[in-house]
């Protein structure tokens, strides 16, 4: 049996612009990138009367030319030409809340998606009154799907069901996505409008989500029925992670040949046990104290110091230094695993389409 004890995609992450050595978080001039570091969860009450986030604006489909995707790190570093424009100007049951991560957030929308479409917005979400001016701004929620339907191929996200606009307040859980909670093997993708208005921040941010939704989505991962219809139960969840003999990410049995399962038998069978540990603490303190520790130990392991944070987490993190960064020519095991990802060569075409997508969105500004 292997399994992960926490949830993968749950997590509160900020996006900085950084430079980046992958073996250190310190800063390089020479080639701007993103790094990630793990949140200090703190639900904020809501006592300001907020102002809209602006978010990049609505991106056009075209490409450009963009061999092998490797003109990425360039277009990165000009992310902040993205416009960001368009606010909605400020505007009143039980509010619907949804638990990110052990943080309390607030639902301010709730979209089908069909296609690269977006439809059917539920507008009777009862919120405080000053969240009111985030969740009557539709032209920031759409320009936000618009902006990830562009950079992914629609072809990549077919089992992607529900967009939802949260906020938890600013600073805490940027994105995330999840399991539909009524239609198994479909996912939710769900998006802090608060969190939005940097272009840095929620690209690199939607594509770790995207990560999270390459390599757990149910051709990678066959969900669990048991663990579906009983998800509070931790006994169902324990029998069903250990009659698992791959990795087992919350959801289900991960394939004996899925992305996530062979990233885990080369890179984590030998620490698994030592963060298991880590992974059972409760105490969230002590449990963040030796998880830093842990990622200390062994940080030439890890792209980002919260890669450690489980193996989903990790090779989320993995895939968007492979779409973002050149190959690397280090022979970190970081740098191993972002090769690794070269190894499959639809993952390298893929890394192209997002390079070339986003490079369109980037030089129509």
């Not at 917005?121 to 009862?126: H, K, R």
């Not at 939802?164 to 802090?192: C, H, K, P, Y």
């Not at 970190?332 to 075409?349: G, H, M, R, T, W």
Request: with cysteine; proline share 6%; aromatic share 12%.
């Amino acid at each position: 049996m292997i399994k992960s004890a926490v949830g993968v995609t749950r997590y509160a992450l900020f996006f900085l612009l950084a430079g980046l050595v992958l073996t250190s978080i310190s800063c390089m001039a020479v080639s701007q990138i993103f790094f990630v570091t793990p949140a200090t969860p703190a639900f904020r009450q809501f006592t300001l009367s907020p102002t809209p986030s602006a978010v990049p604006a609505t991106p056009s489909a075209a490409t450009i030319a963009c061999p092998d995707g490797d003109c990425i790190t360039a277009c990165v570093a000009q992310l902040s030409a993205i416009t960001q424009s368009g606010a909605a100007s400020p505007g009143g049951s039980k509010s619907v809340r949804r638990d990110f991560g052990g943080e309390e957030g607030y639902v301010l929308a709730s979209y089908n998606i069909s296609g690269d479409q977006i439809q059917n917005l539920d507008t009777s979400i009862a919120i405080p009154k000053n969240l009111k001016v985030y969740q009557e701004d539709i032209s920031s929620q759409k320009r936000i799907w618009n902006y990830f339907a562009a950079i992914i191929p629609l072809e990549q996200r077919s089992f992607l069901d529900q967009y939802d606009v949260f906020t938890d307040g600013r600073d805490n859980i940027l994105a995330s996505v999840s399991q539909s909670e009524t239609d198994m093997g479909r996912w939710v993708l769900t998006v802090d409008i608060m969190d939005a208005a940097n272009p840095q921040d929620l690209t690199y941010t939607l594509l770790h989500e995207f990560g999270h939704l390459l390599t757990l989505n149910p051709s990678q991962v066959k969900p669990s029925v048991r663990v579906f219809n009983n998800p509070n139960s931790e006994k169902v969840y324990q029998q069903e992670a250990d009659a698992c003999t791959t990795y087992f990410p919350d959801d289900g049995c991960s394939a004996p040949d899925s992305y996530i399962n062979k990233f885990f038998e080369r890179f984590w069978v030998d620490i698994y046990a030592e963060w298991y540990k880590i992974d059972s603490i409760q105490e969230q303190s002590r449990y963040e104290a030796a998880l830093e520790k842990f990622y200390n130990k062994h940080k030439d392991q890890f792209v980002t110091d919260y890669a450690p944070t489980d193996p989903a987490e990790d090779i989320a993190e993995t895939f968007s230094f492979f779409i973002i960064q050149p190959n690397p020519t280090g022979d970190s095991i970081a740098d191993q695993k972002v090769n690794f990802l070269y190894n499959f060569p639809e993952l390298v075409q893929l890394r192209s389409q997002i390079g070339q997508r986003l490079c369109g969105q980037i030089e129509k500004k």
